[in-house]
């Protein structure tokens, strides 16, 4: 293997082993939002036609 080729490749495993270490880190930050309580308090609020039309199941 020629001294480019080594440097290519050692190159290449530095930045991939640093993109891969701030994709890990936005990861665990992530922040997951919820709808709290949604199925306790607002889908009991729809219709039966409402409810056929958002969840396609019936009651």
Avoid: W
Wanted: net charge negative; with cysteine; glycine share 2%.
């Amino acid at each position: 293997m020629s001294d480019f080729e080594e440097f290519s490749n050692s190159s290449y495993e530095s930045i991939a082993s640093s993109v891969d270490e701030e994709y890990l880190k936005i990861l665990e930050e992530r922040v997951i939002l919820k709808n709290e309580n949604y199925l306790e308090h607002t889908v009991p609020q729809y219709n039966d036609g409402e409810f056929i039309q958002h969840f396609r199941v019936c009651r």
